[in-house]
Each structure stands twice: as C-alpha cells, then as structure tokens.
C-alpha cells in the first residue's frame, strides 16, 4: 500500500539558513506525485512544491527546492535562507497515478519546523 | 485571488448532536475533497467529488457521516450523532478536473465534542 513516511517530528533552525525536511515514499505505481504543503498554526494547508515521477529535473520554487532521488524513494524538501515566517507544520504527501478519477492525497505525520532568531 | 472557502471556522458541540459543514471549492474546480485530520497526524480523506458524484468514499464513516454536492458546485459535510473521536480538523480542498497537481485548500473547519 502507498506511503508516505516523516521521521522527523521536529526541527530547528536558525533564521537564514538552509534546512532539510526528510520525506520517504512506498509505491508500487510507476506513476505518481509528490508534494509539499505548509500548514502554519492557523490551520489552512499551503501548497509549496510538486514533483512528477517522470520529471526529469528537481523541483524548485523561489527558496523551496524538492531532492528528490528516485532509486530511493526520498522527496526531500530544501529550505534556502530560512524565515521566522517559515515556522509551520511540514507535509509531504503523494498521489498516485495519472490524476484520473481518484487522485487523492496520501499525507505523512508531518514535521514541525521552528525557525529561530 | 480565488479561495476555498469553509464554514464555519469552528465549531463546538456536545456528543450525539448533529453538525454540518459547508465548502465553496474555487470557481471551475469540478473535484472537490473532503479531508479530515486528527491533531498530531496528516489529512485523511474522507470523501471525493466529481461534479456532484462520489468518486472515492472508502474512507467515510457511512453510519453517522454524510456529504452531498447536490448541484455540483458546494458541498456540505454532515455528521449525525457527533462523537468525542470526531474532534478534528475538517479540510476541504479542490481541483480542476483531471488535474494531476495542486489540490487547493480552505482554512479548515476545526470541530470540538464535548
């Protein structure tokens, strides 16, 4: 069965630097999706980042880039220069398949970033 | 900038009453969702709508929810009787059809029972 596996519940990290979020995934589709969201204390659920299993290239949108290495089933998100606005709850989450009649998510447990002064 | 919008924001109610939830998906999405996510875990879904068909409720707990789309536009989530595991936090999301990436959600519905 898919899914989508966090191991870590927490981090820090000082404000301008980079952090890793850890994301691994279990699949037996050859096709599928792997996305980030962020979740900040309010609730609603952000969307970052998408990466296709047929991409060739990795992910990147402005300070957020997806590592994402196949063979090893990882998606790891990038955090370049980091905010206080960043500290939030982290998601990763996968669709499998072409996005056809049932595209939904499978989301992991998250980790919690907090961005420090 | 188009949202999903939800109401209420919260919600508090005591055991065995009935709630219900509303969803207003972005303009044009035909795919609707409804996820519900427990404090400390990931969103789970509940149920998918295309148009105003169910197309993925293997999630829902069929005795006591129910969800209805009628004219393919907003949706309502119910539950009837509400139980103390039913504290949670209620999302919905949308997506234009076929769409293989963004799923955009609204704020969320935040429900306590008491």
């Known amino acids: 069965a898919q899914k989508i596996t966090q191991t870590q519940p927490g981090m820090f990290v000082q404000e301008k630097e980079a952090v890793t979020l850890d994301c691994t995934y279990d699949?037996?589709?050859?096709?599928?999706?792997l996305f980030w969201y962020k979740q900040p204390s309010s609730g609603e659920m952000i969307f970052l980042i998408y990466?296709?299993?047929?991409?060739?290239q990795n992910a990147t949108e402005g300070r957020y880039s997806l590592n994402f290495q196949k063979a090893r089933k990882s998606a790891n998100l990038v955090i370049s220069a980091s905010q206080l606005g960043d500290s939030a709850m982290y998601f990763c989450?996968?669709?499998?398949?072409?996005?056809?009649?049932?595209?939904?998510?499978?989301f992991g447990t998250g980790t919690l970033l907090a961005v420090q002064p | 900038e188009a949202e999903v919008a939800q109401s209420p924001r919260y919600k508090i109610t005591e055991k065995s009453q009935a709630v219900a939830f509303w969803c207003d998906p972005i303009?044009?999405?035909?795919?609707l969702y409804w996820y519900r996510q427990i404090l400390g875990q990931g969103p789970e879904l509940l149920v998918q709508?295309?148009?105003?068909?169910?197309?993925?409720d293997s999630q829902l707990p069929k005795d006591r929810f129910s969800a209805e789309r009628l004219k393919g536009v907003d949706s309502t989530l119910k539950i009837q009787p509400a139980e103390l595991g039913d504290s949670a936090m209620y999302l919905c999301?949308?997506?234009?059809?076929?769409?293989?990436?963004?799923?955009?959600f609204g704020p969320g519905t935040r429900l306590t029972v008491l």
């Open positions: 999301a949308s997506s234009l059809q076929g769409s293989t990436n963004e799923q955009f």
């Open positions: 989450a996968m669709r499998e398949g072409h996005g056809g009649a049932t595209n939904k998510l499978i």
């Open positions: 303009s044009g999405h035909a795919t």
């Open positions: 699949t037996s589709d050859p096709s599928y999706g």
């Open positions: 709508f295309q148009d105003e068909s169910v197309v993925d």
């Open positions: 990466q296709g299993s047929y991409d060739q």
